[in-house]
């Protein structure tokens, strides 16, 4: 009987053992965290510090106990897997012992960087990405008098530590390097309308600098920036990206063969599966296809790993006798895609954000700082915008009317794989019907 | 048994009856703001040189492989076994929009309570032998409860 192994137990892991057993994997399936909660969502993390939702809440697919019953796994938890031999598809763990599978997968996250602190967090400096990352900033703000704090990061998880400060009359000073907010998604009009939004609830935002090095004394953080400047507050939260978590497969030994293949991600096909054959990877740790661009990139979003997850689950638990998984990957080491066509296969997707902060809702599709004609409009609805050259559009950025996101998404999706030349009158019915303007809509048919 | 609110274009006027239902069966606050899961609108449209009026009642499709659940970081939504309707629990519900940003037909929306609200198909008249309230009150019998 095989025997799977799946490291991290996150969204992507968590589809994917589910989607092993809905495909009819009977097999032992070996789960390897490194804490010893549930499945997390980083994403929920900023509402439970806010008060918005219970701890469990954090937990969105419910406890181990639950997870071991509804699929059969055998979970280490607390058990840092040190390495993957790829050849021998062998785990080695951080106290030395090893145990050889069939296939892995590597579902290992990602994890906030912090390069000013230069270790892990301490004191009134915090991160947030983790449970305990939201148990420590929740405590403090609950047991000590914080009056003021400094965000590095203008991001998505930026904003919303920003807006939970502020929520509780904490003064909130903002801090990036870019020179704007969201500085990924969000085209500089949109953001001139942001900034100024943010400005006016009371939030000092300080863009084009970064942190050179930071001061602890006492109950006082001294944030130096590199344009000279400092900043006092009561405590600093970094939320300045995340770096996806490749270290457990990187410099792998295949004996005759390419080693995992990484970029800034584990580098995975439309099956999940990275160079390796039988090493699979999915969610915020692997780089998948972007369909705008056409390369491989981190698209680090929740439904992306849960759709990730369900493709490698389901191509884990395949019959790979002669007709599916490959024994030898390509020559040129790309990822290979010779798995057999009768397996579900990851469509790809494209950059997009959507966040909801004070009362204020952002909606960004595709890259901002790509060149094009510029196209804006506002309405009793908010305003949507978009950088096109006529024939494609590369970025969309929408404020205030989220409903029409997913079509919009859709839409630009269908456009960008070529099945786009067809709007249903229902939908554009729909379009007009939410206020969106008639030159956006023709944007989008043609 | 799985089942789908199939809406039949042909027939539609776009009265808004359905709407009214289905604002009356889910009490839907229209003075705070809230909109009723289910829109009726129309729209021109240009078909082989031809202008047309289209009519139209648009709600969840409460789709087989519904996108809104696997986006939710909250894990508010899932199906019904019994109807196959995509439902929801929105005890978690944290109001990210996140469902909205993945359904291709506009259905999601974030209510007065800060929750998501969305047609559920009216799924306890359903799983008690009773139409949705917005197909039993269709005059023309443009929105019909079919199984899937």
Redesign the interface.
Known sequence: MDKYAVIGIGCAGYNAVKSMRENGFIGEIHIYSDVSHPSANPMLTTYYVSGRLPREGMFPFGSLEKLVKDYNVILHTDTRVRHVNASEKQLVLEDGSSEVFDKILIAAGARAVSPPLGQKPKGRCFLMRSVEDADRLKQVLEQENISSAAVVGASMTGIKVTELLAEKNISVTMIDMADRLFPLACMKETADILEKDLTGRGIRLLLRTGVDHVEENGNDISTFLTDGSCVSTDILVLCIGTRANTELAANTEVLEKEPVLINRGIVVDEHMQTSVPGIFAAGDCCEALNIQTGSTMIIGLWANAAEQGRIAGCCMAADCNENSLPDTPPADGSPSSALCSALPAYKGSIPNNITHYFDQTFVGIGDPNLTGERFTAFNKSGMVSAIHDGRNIKCINILGNYRISGMVKDYLIKRITGQGAFMAVADMGLLRNSGVPEEFIQLLKN | MSYKINFY?DLCVACGACSVACMDQNDIDTEKGDQPYR?A???D?TDSGEKHI?Y?S?SCRHCDDA?CI??????CLFKDPETGFTVYDTT?C?????C???????A???ASTGKMAKCYGCNERVKAGLKPACVAVCPFGALKLEEA
């Open positions: 274009a829109r609108y129309q729209t449209y289209g139209f648009a996108p696997a986006a939710c970081p909250s894990g978690n944290i109001g990210c929009r996140s909205s940003m993945a359904c291709p037909h506009g999601p929306a974030v």
